[in-house]
């Protein structure tokens, strides 16, 4: 692409990349793939053109979320270094196209959600984008330590939306599955946290770190793995699953407290000393993918 | 504006046309084929 410096900047369209980039594509993997497990273990399985637009909308209402959240949070992303080049902040794109592209994404996918699979589901991915938007980013993130914990309600959704797309109703195991990501998040954005704490303290994010210190941070994030385990390993014993993933579970579970147990012993201030921390925060991520993908074989092999 | 902004700016509107055109082409066959299972089916 040419490069120049433009005499009027504003009069520069952005470019179709950076409407990509505003969707934080990057984090939407996880999205989709807890809605797709939501939906391939309903008991009822769609046509696969359902399925597929269930699950594409699911990813549109996420990236309705990311350029929401960009939109409001341009003065907070200009002052981190892992978010100043985003399209806002580096000044590629105009504040009020992130705005009509995020609520024109967001209302699109419900509209395509209620009519291709069910109204259940379209109110789900509804209440989703406004809870990720309204309730998270605009009025928990910037005024308490306590944000990603009830937050972390948005990111839960998928694998309930996935199943109630599939099937029209509520059921114990999405409901599950919502706990359990529900439980994830805070170890999960807390582990994140405590070795990017100067990015959130010089925007003004009350981050757990920030405001309550690393050795309280390391110890929520401990706690907060028992429960989560539990959840984890809860639909075994009440029925829902096979042994495959309830052992699956337990073993996956058992590995996340061990590391959180050495977050928790972990004494270092500076992030060159945080190794506990990042094994935690990248396992946090491999646990989600592979505890999901076992219920899924579960589910198959039964 | 400078004939090289001008360029710069014919470029990326018609690259954003066509990536438009594009996507409203696909919606087009994901509604027909959504069309397609819905009525075929009793789900």
Not at chain 1, 176 to 183: K, S, T
Not at chain 1, 254 to 262: E, H, I, N, S, T
Request: aromatic share 12%.
């Amino acid at each position: 692409m040419p490069t120049l410096e433009m005499t009027n900047p504003a009069a520069l369209p952005a470019d179709w990349r950076d409407f990509v980039a505003l969707t934080k594509p990057r984090v939407m993997y996880l999205v989709v793939f807890t809605g797709l497990c939501g939906l391939l273990v309903a008991p009822v399985m769609p046509p696969l053109v359902l399925g597929f637009t269930a699950i594409l909308c699911i990813a549109l209402g996420a990236g309705a979320c990311g350029a929401l959240n960009q939109w409001y949070e341009v003065d907070v992303d200009a002052k981190m270094r892992r978010t100043a080049s985003r399209p806002l902040p580096a000044g590629r794109m105009e504040r009020e196209t992130a705005l009509h592209f995020g609520v024109g994404l967001g209302g699109f996918s419900v509209l395509l959600m209620g009519l291709a699979t069910n109204w259940l589901a379209a109110a789900l991915l509804a209440a989703s984008i406004l809870f990720y938007v309204l309730v998270y980013t605009v009025w928990l993130k910037p005024r308490t330590a306590q944000n990603i914990v009830i937050g972390g309600a948005a990111g839960a959704f998928p694998p309930l939306i996935g199943w109630v797309a599939a099937t029209g109703q509520v059921a114990t195991l999405p409901v599950l599955l919502f706990a359990i990501i529900f439980l994830w998040t805070p170890p999960h954005f807390w582990a994140l946290s405590l070795f990017v704490r100067s990015d959130y303290a010089a925007a003004g994010i009350p981050m757990l770190p920030v405001v309550a210190g690393a050795e309280t941070t390391r110890r929520q994030i401990f706690l907060y793995t028992v429960p989560m385990g539990a959840a984890a390993i809860a639909p075994w014993p009440l029925g829902l699953t096979g042994a495959v993933y309830g052992i699956s579970a337990a073993v996956l579970s058992f590995v996340f407290l061990v590391l959180a147990g050495r977050v928790a012993a972990n004494r270092a201030t500076e992030p060159a000393g945080m190794g506990a921390e990042k094994h935690l925060f990248a396992y946090s991520v491999f646990y989600l993918f592979a505890l999901f993908a076992v219920l899924v074989a579960d589910r198959w092999l039964a | 504006m400078t004939s090289a902004e001008d360029e710069i700016i014919r470029k990326r509107q018609r690259d954003r046309a066509r990536i438009t055109a594009l996507l409203l082409g696909a919606f087009v066959v994901l509604l027909f084929f959504i069309t397609i299972a819905k009525t075929g089916t009793n789900w």
